[in-house]
Nanobody, 114 residues
Framework: QVQLVESGGGLVQPGGSLRLSCAAS????????MGWYRQAPGKQREWVAS???????NYADSVKGRFTISRDNAKNILYLQMSSLEPEDTAVYYC????????WGQGTQVTVSS
């Protein structure tokens, strides 16, 4: 079982940037499609972005052009560079396989507010 630990969240003003990280323990990280998900207060968890082992990327329409997903297979780390943040991006952000297959980590809180 792979364990996931997200970090890098915080409070940022609208228009600001943050870089999230997800450290995955265990082996086999590089063979999986990895994704970022988020859950805003009172809403269901939603998919944000995903990346294959070969660096093919997909994004939800709501973040396309503003967020960039990347991965370091040597370090078993997944990243999400977030720019031009909007209040609507406020949520707890999680990483996991795509499709889902591991237990969720604790997530990292992102709050976009002036």
């Amino acid at each position: 079982q792979v364990q996931l630990v997200e970090s890098g969240g915080g409070l940022v003003q609208p228009g600001g940037s943050l870089r999230l990280s997800c450290a995955a323990s265990g082996s086999g990280f590089s063979i999986y499609i990895m994704g970022w998900y988020r859950q805003a207060p009172g809403k269901q968890r939603e998919w944000v972005a995903s990346i294959t082992g070969g660096d093919s990327k997909n994004y939800a329409d709501s973040v396309k052009g503003r967020f960039t997903i990347s991965r370091d297979n040597a370090k078993n780390i997944l990243y999400l560079q977030m720019s031009s943040l909007e209040p609507e991006d406020t949520a707890v952000y999680y990483c996991n396989r795509v499709p889902l297959g591991w237990d969720w980590g604790q997530g990292t809180q992102v709050t976009v507010s002036s």
